[in-house]
């Protein structure tokens, strides 16, 4: 941090010129000067529109858990000079980004280095940038998606029957963490079938997943995952509904106000539970946390603190 001048007895700068007549005085606190203990380290999520986003508020809730500091901020990128920006950023100082729509392919381009599930899903959203000025690119929202299922919900996706609804970015990356649980069986449904067979040859191998078209599907599922954007614009997949039991779980990865349209489709045909991508986004953001700082935060308070605002 830049100093400021010369501390007096007072704790008082001493600005190096006194007008001879009126000395003007401006307090700042020895903390600002001092304590090197109070550097924050800067991070922000990047997308456009952005300043809607939760990550702010999730970060800095992390942060105060873990005694960790940090500023955290929104920061909307011109989409045809995303690069441009994230490049002035990192020579800004900034210390890792999160990315979200619709940035996290050309992120992935962007990147240096990327991890396994970064380069499966073909997308980033969590830049770190090191050192020797490399951008490290992951890919967080798969293992967030399985950590919300498994730990705060009680799903169970080992011996499961798992449908994937959409072969888009966002089913891209939650298909193969989803693949490493061990389902009985995972379908890859989309209304284009081509796009759910390439997905589906980059995850597993031939009798691992089972890629279709909608009209297709004539068998119900423990669990179907909503990957598309059809709740953006309320709207429902054109799935038959034969794709639910009594017992199934609807996981939409699109969070509102209110339930989704596809929650309350799933509702009214009697599943067991419907619920939405709030526990996803705390906990992929709690493994971007990790990446960053090495220090894993509890995401059960911060979810019941945006689940008090968002429903």
């Not at 995850?203 to 068998?219: K, L, N």
């Amino acid at each position: 941090m830049k100093s400021r001048g010369v501390m007096g007895h007072d704790g008082c700068p001493k600005l190096g010129y006194s007008p001879p007549r009126r000395s003007v005085v401006i307090r700042i606190p020895m903390t600002d000067l001092f304590d090197f203990k109070n550097h924050r380290r800067r991070f922000a999520v990047v997308g456009h529109p952005v300043m809607h986003s939760k990550s702010p508020q999730i970060h800095e809730a992390f942060a105060r858990q873990c005694n960790v500091s940090l500023a955290y901020e929104a920061i909307a990128l011109d989409p045809i000079a995303f690069e441009q920006g994230v490049r002035n950023l990192q020579a800004g100082g900034m210390a890792g980004l999160n990315v979200t729509l619709p940035f996290k392919e050309v992120a992935f381009r962007l990147s240096d280095e990327v991890s396994e599930r970064a380069r499966i899903a073909n997308a980033v959203n969590t830049l770190s940038f090191s050192e020797n000025d490399q951008v490290i690119g992951d890919n967080t929202d798969g293992i967030g998606l399985v950590r919300d299922l498994q730990q705060n919900l009680s799903v169970s996706c080992a011996d499961a029957r798992v449908l994937i609804v959409g072969a888009g970015g966002a089913a891209r990356g939650i298909a193969q963490p989803l693949l490493q649980t061990r389902p009985a069986c995972m379908v890859i449904a989309n209304r284009t079938a081509s796009r759910a067979r390439e997905l589906a040859a980059l995850i597993g191998s031939p009798g691992e997943v089972y890629p279709c078209a909608f009209d297709e599907i004539s068998d119900p599922f423990d669990l179907v995952i909503n990957a598309t954007a059809a709740s953006l614009s309320s709207e429902v997949p054109a799935l038959p509904e034969a794709v639910f039991h009594s017992g199934s779980t609807a996981y939409d990865l699109a969070y509102a106000d209110q339930p989704t349209a596809f929650m309350r489709w799933a509702l009214g045909l009697g599943v067991a539970q419907a619920v939405d991508g709030l526990g996803m986004l705390v906990e992929q953001a709690a493994e971007s946390f990790w990446i960053w700082h090495r220090q894993r935060p509890q995401t059960a308070p911060v979810m019941s603190t945006l689940r008090s605002g968002v429903r």
